[in-house]
């Protein structure tokens, strides 16, 4: 979303996380995506690097603009409690039955904790940290979304109702939409498809 925003042009080559292509393995041992391999060959293989290089080149609407401001802390502290507690319950609660030492609700209950304390902000303004979308919305987006996805049903019944909001409006967006377009898995050999 972040490279789709800034406009940037890049080749992109879908991967079937169950069959990677050796060309990614090699340039990115760890085998997980993103991975983003620039002109001059170095790799970018963290979401959040990606992010940052991207707005590094063009940020037109100020997405980094929270991080020069006083409360700066709170955007990289939530991205950081997203990115490594969160992202453990959210892991667990998804694929409950990988980890049997406590129920799918009770995986759930200790995701909660960070979906009440986003919907406490959002209860005061559009976006996590104010009236303008920033890099902490659409850093956290995507995790929240795969959290609600779990069990849909549940999380339409909550009392988050600002954070639903939130959430169905990330879904909505020409943002979103415009880079959920399904697309076939590379294969060495594909023509070259900028997007």
Do not use: C
């Amino acid at each position: 979303m972040a490279i789709h925003y800034t406009g940037i042009k890049i080749i992109l080559r879908e991967v079937v996380l169950s069959d990677k292509p050796q060309e990614m393995l090699q340039l990115s041992p760890k085998a997980t995506v993103p991975v983003l391999v620039l002109d001059d060959g170095s790799v970018i293989d963290e979401s959040l690097d990606i992010m940052h290089w991207a707005l590094g080149v063009s940020d037109k609407e100020g997405w980094l603009s929270e991080l020069d401001k006083p409360d700066s802390v709170l955007v990289q502290q939530l991205i950081i409690e997203n990115d490594h507690e969160f992202k453990t319950h959210l892991d667990h609660y998804k694929y409950a039955d990988r980890f049997p030492e406590q129920s799918m609700e009770q995986y759930r209950l200790q995701g909660e904790i960070f979906l009440k304390k986003l919907d406490l902000y959002l209860q005061r303004h559009d976006y996590l940290l104010g009236q303008k979308l920033s890099l902490a919305d659409v850093a956290i987006f995507p995790f929240i979304r795969q959290f609600a996805y779990v069990d849909f049903s549940w999380f339409e019944q909550t009392s988050y109702l600002s954070l639903q909001k939130w959430l169905q409006g990330f879904i909505d967006s020409e943002l979103f939409t415009a880079v959920m377009k399904k697309n076939a898995a590379w294969k060495k050999g594909d023509e070259i498809r900028f997007v």
